[in-house]
Nanobody, 121 residues
Framework: QVQLVESGGGLVQAGGSLRLSCAASGRTFSTYNMGWFRQAPGKEREFVARIRWSGAVTYYADSVKGRFTISRDNAKNTVYLQMNSLKPEDTAVYYC??????????????WGQGTQVTVSS
């Protein structure tokens, strides 16, 4: 079971950028499709972006398409989320997880602590 640690969040003004990282333990990381999810206060957790195990294919929620870029470095067991042109509605706790389609994979155990992103207007 992979263990995940998210980092890189913070407070940024609208229009700014942040780069999130998700460090994974375990030798099987490079075989997993991975994704980012977020949860805003009072809302359900939602899908943001995902990337195939090889890094060759990515997919984004409509709300972030053109602004966010997901990438991965399998040698470092890390997946990234570059967030540009941030908006106040991007404010949320961001999590990463192995994915099956745009949902957490069935074998996924438990969420990490996440990383808080706050975008001020």
């Amino acid at each position: 079971q992979v263990q995940l640690v998210e980092s890189g969040g913070g407070l940024v003004q609208a229009g700014g950028s942040l780069r999130l990282s998700c460090a994974a333990s375990g030798r099987t990381f490079s075989t997993y499709n991975m994704g980012w999810f977020r949860q805003a206060p009072g809302k359900e957790r939602e899908f943001v972006a995902r990337i195939r195990w090889s890094g060759a294919v990515t997919y984004y929620a409509d709300s972030v398409k053109g602004r966010f870029t997901i990438s991965r470095d399998n040698a470092k067991n890390t997946v990234y989320l570059q967030m540009n042109s941030l908006k106040p509605e991007d404010t949320a706790v961001y999590y990463c997880a192995p994915t099956s389609g745009s949902r957490p994979a069935d074998h996924f155990g438990s969420w990490g602590q996440g990383t808080q992103v706050t975008v001020s207007s």
